[in-house]
């Protein structure tokens, strides 16, 4: 899959330049063959592009407006599954490591929900596009405080821990992409496209091993419901339509 950065608006020339070094991509100045996707930034904020399926809707993640925006804002302990699953209650707000940080809007959920959240994402491109979209959100007067909350890295999760061995979360979390029809909280179009961006994430159950000695309290893994288990038998499940949560708890 290759991608590029274009530059469709000069305004942007100088972040579009940035960004081209930072993730290693050539920057170009108008579409042709070479490349599969588009990463383009304007007055709305960096967007991914396809140049190979018209059907594909640009991508481009936003905590300030739109349906994501408007469900956080609306998010309380009593409704979201993950609350549940995180067992966020009044007094109860863990700092949390995200490590499949992805469109990041679990993590952002978490932190709606008042929890801390560190969140790492190795895809360059999809760092890039959260990176952004944090940048913009911390601009905006109404998820200003919102993002004080979180942290995004650009890393694996694996090396990410035997870069930080002494680290203790009180909880982890990780969402890997499932490699079949999986249903996650996104519009069915994006995720065709995020998917063909970061593939199925088949090694998953590695990270599962490198978080082991991370957490104080908890692991939560996100499975579509009747996917098989990423590893051995949980402490317990939460079920829901169309996901379920495994509960790793740390012996106490
Ligand atoms: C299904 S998405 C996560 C969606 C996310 N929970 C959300 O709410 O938007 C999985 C993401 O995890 C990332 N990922 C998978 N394995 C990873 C690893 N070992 N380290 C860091 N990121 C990883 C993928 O690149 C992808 O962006």
Do not use: W
């Given at each position: 899959?290759?991608?590029?950065?274009?530059?469709?608006?000069?305004?942007?020339?100088?972040?579009?330049?940035?960004?081209?070094?930072?993730?290693?991509?050539?920057?170009?100045?108008?579409?042709?063959?070479?490349?599969?996707?588009?990463?383009?930034?304007?007055?709305?904020?960096?967007?991914?592009?396809?140049?190979?399926?018209?059907?594909?809707?640009?991508?481009?993640?936003?905590?300030?407006?739109?349906?994501?925006?408007?469900?956080?804002q609306q998010a309380s302990i009593r409704k979201e599954a993950i609350a549940k699953a995180f067992s966020l209650h009044k007094g109860k707000r863990p700092y949390i490591l995200d490590c499949t940080a992805g469109l990041g809007r679990d993590a952002m959920l978490l932190a709606k929900l008042g929890c801390r959240v560190d969140?790492?994402?190795?895809?360059?491109?999809?760092?890039?596009?959260?990176?952004?979209?944090?940048?913009?959100?911390?601009?905006?007067?109404?998820?200003?405080?919102?993002?004080?909350?979180?942290?995004?890295?650009?890393?694996?999760?694996?090396?990410?821990?035997?870069?930080?061995?002494?680290?203790?979360?009180?909880?982890?979390?990780?969402?890997?992409?499932?490699?079949?029809?999986?249903?996650?909280?996104?519009?069915?179009?994006?995720?065709?496209?995020?998917?063909?961006?970061?593939?199925?994430?088949?090694?998953?159950?590695?990270?599962?091993?490198?978080?082991?000695?991370?957490?104080?309290?908890?692991?939560?893994?996100?499975?579509?419901?009747?996917?098989?288990?990423?590893?051995?038998?949980?402490?317990?499940?939460?079920?829901?339509?169309?996901?379920?949560?495994?509960?790793?708890?740390?012996?106490?």
């Open positions: 899959m290759t991608v590029a950065i274009l530059i469709k608006n000069t305004q942007f020339l100088e972040k579009s330049q940035r960004l081209a070094e930072s993730i290693k991509q050539p920057l170009v100045e108008s579409i042709t063959d070479d490349y599969h996707y588009y990463l383009v930034y304007s007055s709305a904020g960096l967007t991914l592009e396809s140049n190979i399926d018209d059907g594909f809707k640009p991508l481009l993640i936003d905590f300030t407006h739109g349906k994501t925006a408007q469900r956080l969140m790492i994402e190795r895809s360059p491109i999809v760092h890039a596009l959260l990176a952004d979209a944090l940048e913009r959100a911390r601009e905006e007067p109404n998820t200003m405080e919102l993002t004080k909350q979180v942290q995004l890295y650009h890393d694996d999760a694996q090396s990410y821990f035997e870069k930080h061995p002494n680290t203790h979360y009180d909880a982890i979390y990780l969402d890997p992409m499932f490699p079949e029809k999986k249903k996650c909280a996104l519009a069915q179009k994006e995720m065709q496209l995020f998917k063909k961006l970061v593939g199925a994430d088949l090694d998953a159950h590695l990270i599962f091993a490198a978080c082991q000695n991370h957490y104080k309290d908890r692991l939560v893994i996100k499975r579509p419901r009747l996917a098989p288990l990423l590893a051995q038998q949980p402490s317990y499940q939460l079920s829901g339509k169309a996901n379920r949560f495994d509960i790793y708890l740390t012996a106490s």
